[in-house]
């Protein structure tokens, strides 16, 4: 067979030169009823990032109707591309790397959590994002969550959104009331009377988790107050129609990070409220914390884990809470 060299810009194998090509290729020779063909010059046309190709074949050739001249069948050959690194080949390589991490952040490339995969994912809106809110936010996004962290700066809180990307979003306290299935109040307990004034009405039917821990030097003389009954049924009172429940109260920020106690067994959540559907709502929440919920009873029983009790910032396992606490 005779060797043929493909044109750089049509790629297609024939004895007759392209429309781009200047210069006439060598006379074919006829052997039967295969065109052979020598060498064919490349089309002069404008540089490429390819190389032609050089192969040894022969091909059919197709008679004309008049019988008087076959006629060369075309065949369209495949092209074996050399990229050359030029500023075209750099910025394709840049869009690319851009475009896959930001499909990596989109929420259909998110790894499920555990809620997720169980089927049991939820939005939840915090209204107090600090050092506790914040943290259990985190840990809820990435069990599969949908969170709104909310402040009265919600620009102030984009550092906490991107960490929890791409299931966060921010916004203002009446945004987390109205975008949650799930509220949690992790502000100063001398706020909550004026949030249940303000938003109240749009936690009403909802499961609302009160963290609160009232402080005297911070919240002033309804602290006494608010002790004495159980900050439980104390902040219910300025929720009228949210089921509450208490829970996370009774935790240190440092047992968030580090959810294995001092006994090398999870540290232990104690859970209050009325309402049975909404305690074990919040005990799912607290395992997705990497935390072991202990349910403690109704509302009014919150006062035995309060701030100054022997189980408040203990790090006790649940086994020994249920001990403490005389649950069976």
Request: proline fraction near 7%.
């Amino acid at each position: 067979m005779s060797t043929w060299t493909a044109c750089r810009i049509c790629w297609v194998r024939r004895a007759d030169s392209c429309a781009a090509n200047t210069a006439a290729p060598r006379r074919p020779r006829l052997t039967g009823r295969f065109l052979a063909v020598r060498s064919l010059t490349p089309c002069r046309g404008p540089r490429m990032l390819a190389a032609p190709v050089t192969h040894t074949e022969s091909f059919p050739l197709r008679p004309s109707r008049s019988g008087r001249r076959p006629m060369q069948q075309p065949i369209v050959g495949i092209p074996v591309f050399r990229i050359s690194w030029n500023a075209f080949t750099a910025s394709a390589l840049a869009l690319a790397l851009a475009l896959a991490l930001a499909l990596s952040s989109s929420p259909l490339f998110a790894q499920a959590g555990l809620a997720e995969q169980e089927g049991r994912a939820m939005r939840i809106g915090i209204i107090g994002s600090g050092t506790m809110g914040g943290a259990i936010g985190l840990l809820w996004a990435e069990a599969g969550h949908e969170i709104l962290f909310s402040s009265r700066n919600p620009d102030e809180l984009m550092d906490l959104v991107q960490s929890a990307a791409p299931r966060a979003s921010a916004g203002y306290a009446d945004a987390a009331a109205y975008f949650g299935d799930v509220i949690l109040l992790a502000v100063p307990p001398g706020a909550i009377p004026q949030i249940g004034e303000d938003i109240g009405h749009l936690m009403q039917g909802k499961v609302v988790i009160d963290l609160t821990n009232p402080r005297a030097d911070r919240d002033g003389p309804l602290t006494d107050e608010w002790l004495e009954m159980g900050t439980g049924l104390a902040m219910a009172q300025y929720l009228p129609g949210a089921r509450l429940v208490k829970a996370f109260n009774s935790l240190g920020a440092r047992m968030l990070a580090n959810p294995i106690g001092r006994s090398g067994e999870k540290i232990g959540v104690p859970i209050a409220g009325d309402d049975a559907e909404a305690r074990d709502i919040v005990a799912d929440l607290v395992r997705d914390t990497g935390l072991e919920p202990v349910m403690v009873g109704r509302l009014e029983r919150a006062k035995e884990f309060d701030r100054g009790s022997p189980v408040w910032v203990s790090g006790q396992s649940a086994a020994q809470l249920r001990e403490a606490l005389n649950l069976r």
